[in-house]
């Protein structure tokens, strides 16, 4: 990574907080119908669209689990795809697989070793748990509910491709909202103390996840475009004040003009142009900005790692073996003290 100061991450992942925060600001695109929802219905929060204009409008919401989720679990397949952990189920004292690898059962019993427990963090009840060192908030459409969303009829038929059979109506019909296309959440991802390697297996992660919500195996195609990243020695400007700065900037340039969806260069370019004087006020030491050129080669150098089986393999192992190392240092080391 010739982009990125090398020598500003640790060298393994410290104890206690360090303050070395590396944020990847990004502008995630819904590329097909998505559904983020909590007990049936969209989510949805009222608040001023702007920071200067403070006309109240309805925004869609997307959890900070929504996001994170399918970001871990793209990094967890590529961990059992490459023989860092196992993909056998959790049994009763058993840690190791027939493979002679780690154990490791999203939401049944994490290994507590790999790079996704140690950046991701992890919680197993009175076992103990370890805090996420990468940090989500919840990230906010940046036009209205009103003019992002759909309702659509569902309907399961028979396979005649009829809705009736022997004369009987099936009962499998459903109406449902979907976040239509094009709809723009801007969102910053912060991580902590991590080591390099850990950093770029978490943005490999995002750059690599493309599906988000509700059945996503059908719907929720998700473009997550990077337009920066910065060093700092503290966290950065929310995901909603982004989100309202951004719209005000927008709107005074004539870009969003409902019912017709935002074109996703304008929010880059105008996201880019504002990212300064957000940080300025801040009140937090820059130790790099990168955009433009040096954040498209830094990017291009993260993908060409990704794109070959070799070099992917080596950066998972070279993470994994950070992970390891603070696993050794901080959490086996608790549990012989118990």
Known sequence: MSTLKHDWFTQQVPGKPMGRYAHIV??????????????????TARMNSGVALTDLITRLSIFKRKQSTPERLVGRELLRRYGLISGEEA?????????????????????????????????????????????????????????????????????????????????????????????????????????????????????????????????????????????????????????????DSLKAEGKINPPDPVDPSAVIGAAQSIIPALLKEDGVVIDQLITGQALEALLAEVSAISAQEKSLKDLLKRAFNDSQAYHQAWIAKASKKK
Do not use: W
């Open 91 to 247: 049994a009763e004292k058993k840690e190791v697989g027939a493979d002679g690898l780690p154990i490791c059962d999203y939401n049944v019993r994490f290994c507590t070793q790999c790079p996704d427990c140690i950046a991701y963090g992890f919680a197993i009840g009175d076992a103990g748990s370890e805090k996420s060192k990468v940090i989500t908030d919840t990230a906010y459409s940046l036009t209205s509910y009103d003019e992002s969303h759909e309702a659509f009829t569902l309907n399961a038929p028979y396979e005649d491709g009829t809705m009736t059979r022997h004369g009987e109506v099936t009962s499998r019909i459903n109406e449902q909202d979907h976040v239509t296309p094009q709809v723009i959440f801007p969102s910053v991802i912060t991580t902590r103390d991590l080591t390099e390697n850990l950093f770029l297996y978490v943005l490999n992660n995002v750059q690599r996840a493309k599906r988000y919500g509700a059945q996503t195996t059908r719907t929720g195609r998700m473009q997550n475009h990077v337009i920066a990243i910065i060093l700092a020695d503290g966290e950065i400007f929310s995901n909603l004040l982004f989100t309202q700065t951004l719209y």
């Open 26 to 43: 990004t502008v995630r695109v819904t590329d097909s119908y998505s559904l983020f929802q909590t007990d049936g219905e969209l989510n």
